[in-house]
């Protein structure tokens, strides 16, 4: 259901640029009304201090491989997503991911033997360029304008998001906790013959509950268990979500998926580390 990320660009970046005063002296960004880009995706990596807020209505689980990355299912098959329309618009009041939220900017390294995070953007988007709409990215003396200077710290946010996001995973690896994931989902016309959605990972309740009483109450101090518990809790929701499907005419039987048999969500992400960033002028 959700692999391993690729050893590309990250989801949604069709390429990468470096946002610079002299290349980009007269360019703005702009709010989009559609992301055509999100309708065919189905899992977005999720950082644990959306836990909270994202377990209300996606399922949260994690990436398959040795490096799991949590991710916010708005779909339970691969290309479908059940909040966003063909044209690209969300026509839900859900919660929508930092990870959307932060296209088509982020954080990343120029030169792999220094630690210094720039801020890029895809240039493929429809978002940034030189037109007259929107807010400049610079100003008259080729400085940083505040426009920019909110998404250098929307993009530094979220990289100290992503660094406690692997913070907590790493604990969850470290005790053992994360195994494979299955889920069956019976319909009330063909009980008989379920839908198995496996390809995931998700904490072993029966090692949860074996953990040591000193080691919990540590985790209930700093908020790993409420993390755990949002985590469990949203699972109920890929019912919810597979329904969405049947209804929209994307479920798995629509799409040729055999019943039964593995229904695999592969999903790009790029696990972030927080760094010190700086916006290259």
């Not at 990596?45 to 398959?64: G, H, K, M, Y």
């Not at 304008?145 to 604990?171: M, P, S, Y």
């Not at 927080?274 to 916006?279: R, S």
Request: aromatic content about 8%.
């Amino acid at each position: 259901m959700a692999s391993a990320p690729q050893p590309n660009l990250p989801l949604f970046y069709n390429d990468l640029m470096p946002l610079n005063s002299r290349d980009h002296a007269k360019w703005n960004t702009r709010t989009i009304e559609s992301a055509k880009w999100l309708s065919g995706q189905h899992a977005i990596p999720l950082t644990v201090d959306e836990f909270v807020q994202a377990q209300r209505d996606f399922p949260i689980v994690f990436s398959s491989g040795d490096n799991p990355l949590p991710l916010a299912l708005m779909g339970l098959n691969e290309g479908v997503n059940t909040f966003v329309d063909e044209e690209g618009k969300v026509n839900d009041p859900v919660y929508l991911p930092a990870y959307i939220r932060r296209y088509p900017f982020m954080l990343a390294r120029l030169n792999q033997d220094s630690d210094e995070l720039s801020l890029c953007f895809d240039p493929t988007t429809e978002a940034v360029g030189e037109f007259k709409e929107g807010e400049s990215l610079f100003d008259d003396e080729s400085k940083p304008t505040a426009a920019t200077q909110r998404i250098l710290e929307f993009c530094q946010h979220f990289e100290e998001a992503g660094q406690r996001t692997k913070n907590f995973v790493d604990e969850l690896k470290k005790h053992e906790l994360l195994m494979d994931g299955e889920i069956a989902i019976t319909q009330q016309d063909n009980p008989d013959n379920p839908y198995v959605y496996r390809g995931f990972q998700m904490v072993n309740q029966e090692k949860l509950r074996e953990v040591r009483g000193d080691v919990l109450r540590t985790w209930n101090q700093n908020g790993l268990l409420a993390l755990i518990n949002a985590h469990l809790f949203s699972l109920d929701l890929m019912r919810s979500i597979f329904a969405r499907q049947q209804q929209q005419g994307k479920g798995p039987q629509i799409a040729g998926e055999a019943k039964g048999g593995d229904a695999g969500t592969n999903a790009k992400a790029k696990d972030a580390k927080a760094k010190d960033a700086k916006a290259k002028g």
